[in-house]
């Protein structure tokens, strides 16, 4: 039901930093969890990040941790993931995804919706 546009990616140098954006529309965008995933050529999905809507709490996969970071802009119903000190392996399409939970999931099974996903290419 709920619509998740993705905008942001890019090609980018290792050591760069690069925001992505996930914009929600269809729903009332003021509940449950937003996460991140990614996807490599020649691998399954994985979890990036979540954030708990109302309650701001975040979660990050051990890969990203202290490189990156999720948030969330309620006035554009809006959600973000900054990557900073990006790295070779960081290259995959990203995908935002809702959650329908009262807490911050890293399980792709919990989450209903997602967006089209935007490429990241992380250059060495």
């Known amino acids: 039901q709920v619509q998740l546009v993705q905008s942001g990616g890019g090609l980018v140098q290792a050591g760069g930093s690069l925001r992505l954006s996930c914009a929600a529309s269809?729903?009332?965008?003021?509940?449950?969890?937003m996460g991140w995933f990614r996807q490599a050529p020649g691998k399954e999905r994985e979890f990036v990040a979540t954030?708990?809507?109302?309650?701001?709490?975040?979660y990050y996969a051990n890969s990203v941790k202290g490189r990156f970071a999720i948030s969330r802009d309620n006035a554009k119903a809006t959600v973000y993931l900054q990557m900073n000190m990006l790295k070779p392996e960081d290259t995959a399409v990203y995908y935002c995804?809702?959650?329908?939970?009262?807490?911050?999931?890293?399980?792709?099974?919990?989450?209903?919706?997602w967006g089209q996903g935007t490429q990241v290419t992380v250059s060495s």
């Open positions: 995804a809702r959650a329908l939970a009262p807490y911050t999931t890293s399980r792709s099974s919990d989450y209903n919706s």
């Open positions: 954030i708990n809507w109302s309650t701001g709490n975040t």
């Open positions: 269809g729903r009332t965008f003021s509940s449950g969890v």
